[in-house]
């Protein structure tokens, strides 16, 4: 029988591994119980495996031992509570549509700033001016990467991601545990129900103190990303009045195969055999409350407060995509960033790593089944078809 988790436990891990005991607020336990709750519930009836009962232990610790280490150096420095945000750019849009192309796109203009991945696992200290990618750390994660994509090359296949790209907010609003990241980890319809309802005022007040520590020494116009950021636009404004909103728009039809297929690969390192029908349900249920709560934020505050970006355009021209967006947004398309953004094409082809591979029938799904679900969307925005 696999040991269910317990909350108490991985608190309790969390502040040996690190000897600090202050998460700043007890904000995250909300989350964390309904995690523990529904993932011990999926074990019981063997959705899970011990293997994936591990990792989320694991990664529970670390988001834990995260957020003691950021509360600490807050302390340490409590200037930083002081740092201004102002006008953050937040990429969105339904999962598998194009956002990390995009936050990739902007984030080789060196006026942007974005959170890296390699400093979302390791954020105390912060990089020292002008080392966020020659940091002995980044460093250290460039070398895991390059041999992790020797021994799971398909890992790239799927999502374009490096030690120092940008990465999405999930990983460090996770510090809070109110992240639809967390859902991926197993069927756990609880916390699925948890996260699509919960109240994200304190998810997106830690968003703030978390990058008040990461531009301590190295400041930018913020350049952010997270599709679900589409769920949360009443609170994600609360806490950034002046935010700048882009939402990227690709074939329904297409990103849903996509997202499937990805849910599908993440399930298959936590369960002995992923379920289909379970993930087919959920990424088309999770896709429209994507598109829909996004375009009812929109209704509310006027079409204008969004700026769309095409996911065709974005492969078509990257370049004069962004210089659009760029002049959208009021910032001005630098020759610097021009640069930037060629050598990152020049550098990263379509299918650079292998074409990622995948069909709506896989799981049960076809275009004319999702047509009525997916009408309101395509009767707003006219998204080129893919032929999926």
């Known amino acids: 029988m696999i040991e269910p988790l317990n909350a108490d436990a991985l608190i309790d891990a969390a502040i040996a591994e690190v000897n600090l005991d202050d998460f700043g607020g007890d904000s995250y336990r909300e989350g964390l119980d309904v995690l523990v709750k529904d993932y011990n519930a999926g074990l019981a009836k063997g959705w899970m495996n011990q293997t994936g009962r591990d990792?989320?232990?694991?990664?529970?610790?670390?988001y834990l031992t995260r957020r003691l280490l950021v509360e600490d150096y807050h302390k340490q420095h409590p200037e930083l509570a002081k740092g201004k945000i102002e006008k953050p750019v937040f990429v969105m849009g339904t999962t598998r549509t194009g956002t990390t192309l995009l936050s990739n796109l902007l984030a080789t203009d060196p006026a942007r700033?974005?959170?890296?991945?390699?400093?979302?696992?390791?954020?105390?200290?912060?990089?020292?001016?002008?080392?966020?990618?020659?940091?002995?750390?980044?460093l250290a994660a460039l070398k895991q990467h390059e041999e992790i994509l020797k021994i799971a090359p398909g890992v790239a296949k799927?999502?374009?991601?490096?030690?120092?790209?940008?990465?999405?907010?999930?990983?460090?609003?996770?510090?809070?545990?109110?992240?639809?990241m967390i859902e991926s980890k197993g069927r756990l319809?609880?916390?699925?129900?948890?996260i699509f309802n919960c109240d994200m005022t304190s998810a997106y007040a830690y968003h703030r103190r978390f990058l008040q520590v990461l531009q301590q020494h190295n400041g930018g116009v913020w350049n952010l990303k997270m599709p679900s950021h589409t769920l949360f636009l009443d609170y994600l404004m609360q806490e950034y009045p002046?935010?700048?909103?882009?939402?990227?728009?690709?074939?329904?039809?297409?990103?849903?195969?996509s997202f499937c297929s990805l849910i599908r690969f993440a399930l298959s390192m936590s369960t002995d055999e992923p379920p289909l029908d379970w993930i087919a349900e959920n990424c088309v249920w999770q896709a429209?409350?994507?598109?829909?709560?996004?375009?009812?934020?929109r209704e509310k505050y006027g079409w204008a407060r969004v700026?769309?970006?095409?996911?065709?355009?974005?492969?078509?021209?990257?370049?004069?995509?962004?210089?659009?967006l760029c002049a959208d947004l009021g910032d001005t398309f630098t020759s610097e960033a021009q640069a930037g953004l060629q050598a990152w094409v020049d550098d990263n082809p379509q299918n650079k790593f292998g074409r990622h591979e995948y069909k709506l029938a896989e799981f049960g799904l076809?275009?004319?089944?999702?047509?009525?679900?997916?009408?309101?969307?395509?009767?707003?925005?006219?998204?080129?078809?893919e032929g999926i």
């Open 189 to 194: 319809p609880e916390y699925r129900e948890f």
């Open 242 to 257: 002046d935010a700048r909103l882009v939402w990227t728009h690709r074939d329904p039809y297409t990103a849903v195969g």
């Open 113 to 138: 700033r974005s959170p890296l991945s390699w400093e979302i696992d390791e954020p105390v200290p912060p990089a020292a001016a002008g080392m966020t990618k020659t940091d002995p750390r980044a």
């Open 288 to 297: 429209t409350e994507h598109l829909y709560r996004a375009m009812d934020f």
């Open 158 to 180: 799927m999502y374009r991601g490096s030690p120092i790209y940008p990465n999405e907010c999930v990983f460090f609003m996770a510090h809070d545990f109110k992240t639809l």
């Open 307 to 324: 700026i769309d970006v095409q996911y065709a355009d974005m492969m078509n021209d990257p370049m004069a995509t962004v210089e659009k």
């Open 55 to 62: 990792m989320t232990a694991r990664d529970c610790v670390h």
């Open 366 to 385: 076809s275009v004319d089944k999702l047509k009525p679900v997916f009408e309101r969307y395509l009767s707003r925005f006219d998204v080129e078809p």
